[in-house]
């Protein structure tokens, strides 16, 4: 079965500190990976897709087939990244498979 | 600027009781989704629907149905709610092809009691 691992439920750190939330993806195919954010009382939103190899809101992710992975890094963690992060691959066609999320709480 | 509508924010129900969730896009999308988030199981595919008329099911579709008249209303149903099915259900939709940029609704928290 296809399986999307983010390890940590919360990662908690100051301001300005380095982030980096991790994601493991079952191997299948070249699936497509994605991140996902939910900041509080928002609806969950499309972060960014590997495909794009773009840079949002500071945060980057790049894939690397051989230890499956596609996590998530931000130099500089900002009080505002504190939000719900949700890492997704694809699977057949048009469908994808969510992790269970990490919280990221940034502190002042 | 809203582009998926999910009717009902919170919904309180009792057990036993039918239930309809329902969801409009406005962007012409050929792709929806229901899901259920609850935390520490993160996000978990109910149904999807490709086309009017076309349901799949998705990981958890148990004690669910969905109804898809018109392109851009996508309904979630509950045929006798019972109390594990109080959840967060999310709605969303994508384009055909290009399915993986979803747009999602801003959900609506369930409570069965």
């Known amino acids: 079965a296809q399986r999307v691992t983010q390890p940590e439920k919360l990662l908690s750190v100051f301001k300005g500190a380095p982030v980096e939330l991790k994601c493991n993806y079952s191997y299948s195919g070249s699936p497509e990976l994605f991140w996902y954010v939910q900041y509080s009382r928002q609806r969950l939103q499309l972060l960014l897709r590997h495909i794009s190899r773009e840079s949002i809101k500071g945060f980057t992710a790049d894939l690397n087939k051989g230890e499956t992975s596609f996590h998530l890094k931000k130099p500089f963690a900002q009080e505002e990244d504190s939000a719900m992060y949700y890492c997704?691959?694809?699977?057949?066609?048009?469908?994808?498979?969510f992790g269970t999320g990490t919280r990221l709480q940034v502190f002042p | 600027d809203v582009k998926v509508t999910q009717s009902s924010r919170y919904l309180v129900k009792r057990t036993g009781e039918k239930v309809f969730l329902e969801c409009v896009q406005d962007?012409?999308?050929?792709?929806m989704f229901w899901y259920r988030q609850d935390p520490g199981l993160g996000l978990r595919l109910i149904y999807f629907s490709y086309d009017v008329k076309m349901k799949e099911k998705g990981d958890i579709p148990e004690g669910y149905s969905v109804s898809r008249e018109k392109k851009e209303r996508f309904s979630l149903i509950l045929e006798s709610a019972s109390t594990n099915q109080t959840s967060m259900y999310l709605c969303?939709?994508?384009?055909?092809?290009?399915?993986?940029?979803?747009?999602f609704g801003s959900g609506t928290r369930l409570t069965v009691v």
């Open positions: 969303a939709s994508s384009l055909l092809g290009d399915g993986y940029g979803y747009t």
């Open positions: 997704a691959r694809s699977y057949n066609t048009d469908k994808l498979i």
């Open positions: 962007m012409d999308h050929e792709n």
